[in-house]
């Protein structure tokens, strides 16, 4: 029953902007905690930020004062935006929901910063 469905990504020049949403199922989207993660080739999976279901965030060191995540429990949405973006933000970015300990995957959408 949960489904998570992510946009948003594409191409970008160094320093440019991207916003990514990610539209999760309505069932338990407002009592979930939501997340962004993202895989550089070749790498493992990591941790970008995560916002509770009370709107508090974390994020990581990497993205800190450029990225900001956010969401609309009227919409079921999550958004990632990335400003200031850097090479080596370019991978496969992923929405997850955590629901009961469980956690929910996306497809994933690809984010790739090049001049």
């Known amino acids: 029953q949960v489904q998570l469905a992510e946009s948003g990504g594409g191409l970008v020049q160094p320093g440019g902007s991207l916003r990514l949403s990610c539209v999760a199922s309505?069932?338990?989207?407002?009592?979930?905690?939501m997340g962004w993660y993202r895989q550089p080739p070749g790498k493992q999976r990591e941790l970008v930020a995560d916002?509770?279901?009370?709107?508090?965030?974390n994020y990581a060191d990497s993205v800190r004062g450029r990225f900001t995540i956010s969401r609309d429990n009227a919409k079921n949405t999550v958004y990632l935006q990335m400003n200031s973006l850097k090479p080596e933000d370019t991978a496969v970015y992923y929405c997850?929901?955590?629901?009961?300990?469980?956690?929910?995957w996306g497809q994933g959408t690809q984010v790739t910063v090049s001049s």
């Open positions: 997850n929901l955590r629901y009961d300990a469980r956690d929910y």
């Open positions: 309505k069932i338990i989207f407002s009592i979930s905690a």
């Open positions: 916002i509770t279901r009370t709107g508090n965030t």
